[in-house]
DNA sequence: ATAACACATGAACGCACGTTCATATGAACC
DNA sequence: GGTTCATATGAACGTGCGTTCATGTGTTAT
């Protein structure tokens, strides 16, 4: 069976419609949550927490691959959630921004409860 | 070329590991960030931060079928992002969490800097 | 300048996940 | 009880994305 025209709520729709975030304002905040909400980054941003690392140190902590780190470290460098500092042949990571702290503790205060 | 085994800084490394969320606890928050960071999920959230809607309406706002809607809101329903009211025939859905308007604000104002 | 080290990047594979279509449940009204 | 309305659920299809493998770039040291 097809589905129906429900019975809608104009006058309500139009103002939550006139309340919401621009399109592209909820794209850029999907992006970013996206990039945090891979378990992989979560835990690099997790360890970044406690200060910078080199990509080595890290492959070490989270037991994997180089490339898979450097992976994901482009993705947070393309959405600004890490920096680069390089020393010699050592690139140390940390964290850009203080907003990816508060959403991480809000993020762990809510799954505890 | 392989990879070689860099040189790594196993005591840093090693406090780092011990100052690191549990992993059931990371992948607790992965998910939890997974659900709200979907575009169409993501704007589920922004109209119920203006109070409680039904299927109908949501679906009417978001320009989507109602199937696609309901689907949506079964995820957020079994992550504990939403909870329902009854009314008749309609069911009405709101935020059933605090923490989930704090990380859409802190999330807002991270992509707007 | 050549080699070894630290990291980055390109391409391809595989899988999870959102959408869609179809069907099912459940409530209210006749 | 049967029909209509409001929502839920099942299954299959398509695609985006993380991993892996292979190769490339840049830096230091000899």
Redesign the interface.
């Known amino acids: 069976m097809a ?1 129906h025209q ?5 006058e ?2 139009e ?3 006139r ?3 621009a399109p592209q ?6 992006a ?3 990039v ?4 992989t980054r ?2 690099i941003v ?2 970044l ?3 910078e ?1 080199c990509v ?2 890290l ?3 989270l037991g994997m ?3 898979a780190v450097s992976h994901q470290l482009a993705v947070l460098r393309k959405n600004a959630v890490v920096s680069v500092r390089q020393a010699g042949k050592v690139k140390y990571y940390s964290l850009s ?1 203080d ?2 702290n ?3 503790n ?8």
Do not use: W
């Open positions: 589905y429900c019975t809608v709520h104009p309500k729709v103002e939550v419609a309340g919401m975030q304002t909820l794209d850029r905040m999907s970013f949550l996206k945090v909400a891979d378990p979560l835990r997790n360890a927490l406690m200060g690392l080595c140190d492959a070490a902590l691959e180089h490339s921004d907003h990816i508060t959403v991480f809000v993020t762990l205060t809510h799954v505890n409860e």
